[in-house]
């Protein structure tokens, strides 16, 4: 019998969900509870060949939390991500939410506490009646809004989400505001919380940016964009905490990647002069674009730097869209960031109040 069931939603993406997830999943599991996991609505959103059809998020999380489900019954309904109406033109909107009824029920089965993941958007689903405030009510779950801090506006995004959620008559158990930068987090506290608090809204956390939660390394990324390492196989567990974009000339590009660290810069594969700019001024890896190959003179050079040359088959806009998707992403056997996760939340999130 579930105790308790946490619909964990958000605004807009990247903002930390998962990791949440993770950390409030351990932290019950101490306390002795049984946890269990459900996405009601995922999104294609893999790169690598035969894994198109997956919600990374519920692979990820399935293995992490050890689940016994399959993955068709954790998250019952996967959508594409920009292109999908066709699918449900004649669609009966009523056997979609018993499908997501009926996985529901199994995948609680014998669990204490539930928690839900919402999509990267608060209002997918809504075009078949299955937005986040609509299905937390038909699952009984109460919401936790998970958002990504970065100005006032987020002010704006919490409220609308209560409003979405007062007009359901599902209730918003509070708010978690995430990845804030250090040089805001006092006016996070002294400003942002206060006035939403005002307005009968409970702010369960504020967590500051952490570097070493959302900073993947070379071979995650290759992985998650199927990249082809073509040299610098050594340097693959570098981390990675900026994305540089090549497009200028050698000297602006030197001036450019010297002023940040433990860079990765994208650039076209036939931008040689870039690539050994780069590989001058101390980069971590080079993502190369168009399936263009650079010269062989760049090679001998990568391997002894241990820098990473890494071939996509995309355009240079779309490499660095698909590197955003997974900044901030845990995957299994990662202590590091989980251990992270779990530090962030104990020390900044009233996780006995969503728990408990």
């Known amino acids: 019998m579930v105790e308790r069931a946490i619909y964990i939603a958000s605004t807009e993406e990247f903002s930390g969900k998962s990791a949440i997830i993770i950390a409030l999943a351990s932290i019950a599991t101490e306390m002795g509870k049984k946890v269990g996991y459900f996405k009601p609505i995922g999104v294609k959103e893999s790169f690598v060949p035969g894994r198109e059809h997956l919600d990374e998020d519920t692979e990820i999380m399935r293995a992490i939390l050890r689940l ?19 699918s449900f033109m004649e669609a009966d909107v009523s056997s979609y939410i018993e499908s997501i009824k009926v996985a529901y029920r199994k995948a609680s089965e014998d669990v204490d ?3 839900i993941e ?14 986040v405030p609509r299905l937390a009510g038909i699952l009984g779950a109460n919401i936790l809004l998970v958002e990504r801090f970065s100005d006032d506006s987020v002010v704006d995004d919490v409220l609308q989400a ?15 505001l995430n990845r804030i930068p250090l040089e805001r987090m006092e006016r996070a506290e002294r400003v942002v919380k206060p006035f939403i608090e005002k307005y009968d809204i409970r702010v369960l956390g504020l967590i500051p940016e952490d570097k070493n939660l959302s900073a993947p390394t070379v071979r995650e990324i290759c992985d998650f964009i199927g990249g082809r390492v073509l040299a610098g196989r050594d340097g693959l567990d570098r ?4 994305v540089l974009v090549g497009a200028m000339t050698p ?3 030197a001036k450019y990647f010297r002023k940040v660290a433990n860079e990765i810069v ?4 036939d931008r040689t002069d870039i690539i050994l700019t780069a590989l001058e001024t101390d980069v971590s890896a080079i993502i190369l674009t168009g399936n263009l190959y650079p010269s062989v003179k760049v090679f001998p050079k990568a391997d002894q730097l241990k820098v990473p040359l890494i071939l996509v088959p995309y355009d240079t806009y779309t490499t660095l869209q698909y590197i955003q998707k997974i900044i901030g992403r845990i995957k299994p056997g990662d202590p590091r960031r989980v251990g992270a996760a779990i530090n962030l939340v104990k020390k900044h999130v009233d996780w006995e109040r969503i728990l408990r």
């Not at 016994?68 to 066709?86: A, G, V």
């Not at 919402?118 to 937005?131: L, R």
Request: some cysteine; aromatic content about 6%.
């Open 68 to 86: 016994k489900h399959e993955n068709s019954t954790i998250c019952p309904l996967i959508i594409e991500r920009e292109e999908f109406l066709e």
């Open 113 to 115: 506490i539930m928690l």
């Open 118 to 131: 919402g999509p990267h958007s608060f209002s997918i689903g809504a075009f078949i009646e299955c937005s």
């Open 162 to 176: 209560q409003d979405c959620c007062i007009k359901w008559g599902t209730k918003l158990l509070g708010v978690i």
């Open 239 to 242: 981390v990675i905490e900026a």
């Open 251 to 253: 000297d602006s590009a």
């Open 266 to 269: 994208i650039t076209g594969g």
